[in-house]
């Protein structure tokens, strides 16, 4: 069971006992570009007591030098350094991992943070923003030359995705078996200030229904996004934790890391999911309603 955080001396044990703090940012810091009140505060409390504080978000819209102007726009203190976004991970999984030859592409479905994170590390890639896929005109296979040196299909979130761009990604899989799938993250829905909008895993649903396969999925939960951090970062796991708005994402996450795991009540889960007739077999370790009760603390 989930321990309710609500007193003073609950927050103050809980600093106490995490020197590594891993944060969400959708729905934990923020909603859309409205931000979640004493989110400055308590970053400036932990800081402050000498804690290890990092972003890892699976909105692979934006770069982590994007992130950065957001962050430096809402008033809270982030360095480039200490974000962690699943464009970021997925270009150092395709360098890194894969391992994709210098002679081959990506074929992209996302947005230019998305670009920006692949040319970072030096990955070729086709699709994306280019105004030639960004179409509403009919496709035909007809009219379609397949680039031969495509040798792997990421899909992230797209918010000028089209038919165009399915079937090339479609076709890119389908014709080459060696084709990798990859998936930023599959997150079914991701929060904005006014509500729900489908999220990544929403963009890629199609391909894996026409294709009959699962991409890899390179953010939270997947360990992969946990590597690119621990190559980046050294920290205990026993005294990490992560704080999410979501069971199946960030607390799934961190438990698949053997961290602590905090929810907030300020983004996709409800607590009604965790104690309610039907819970979630994901339970995280602590739950109170949002980020800032920590000023709790701050005399």
Known sequence: MATRLTSTADYESLLDKYDTWLFDCDGVLWQGDRLVEGVPEVLHLLRNRK???????????????????KFDQLGVEAHVDEIFGSAFASAVYISSVLKLPKDKKVYVIGMSGLEDELRDEGISFLGGTDPADCTLSSFSLASFTPDPS??????????????TKLSKAFNYLLRNQDCVFLATNTDSTYPTAEGLLPGAGSISAPLRFALGK??????????????????????????????????????????????????????????????????????????????????????
């Not at 495509?150 to 038919?163: H, I, K, Q, R, S």
């Open 150 to 163: 495509v040798g792997a299909v990421l899909c992230g979130l797209d918010t000028a995705v089209n038919y």
């Open 214 to 299: 699962d991409p890899i999925s390179i953010g939270k939960p997947a360990a992969t996004m946990l590597d690119c951090i621990k190559a980046k970062h050294n920290f205990d796991p026993k005294r990490t934790i992560m704080v999410g708005d979501r069971l199946n994402t960030d607390i799934e996450f961190g438990k698949n890391g053997g961290l602590a795991t905090l929810l907030v009540l300020t983004g996709i889960t409800q607590e009604s999911e965790i104690t309610g007739p039907n819970p979630s077999p994901t339970v995280p370790d602590y739950v109170t309603n949002s980020i800032g009760d920590l000023r709790a603390v701050i005399s």
């Open 51 to 69: 804690k290890s504080v990092l972003f890892v978000t699976n909105n692979a819209t934006k770069s982590r030098a994007n992130y950065k102007k």
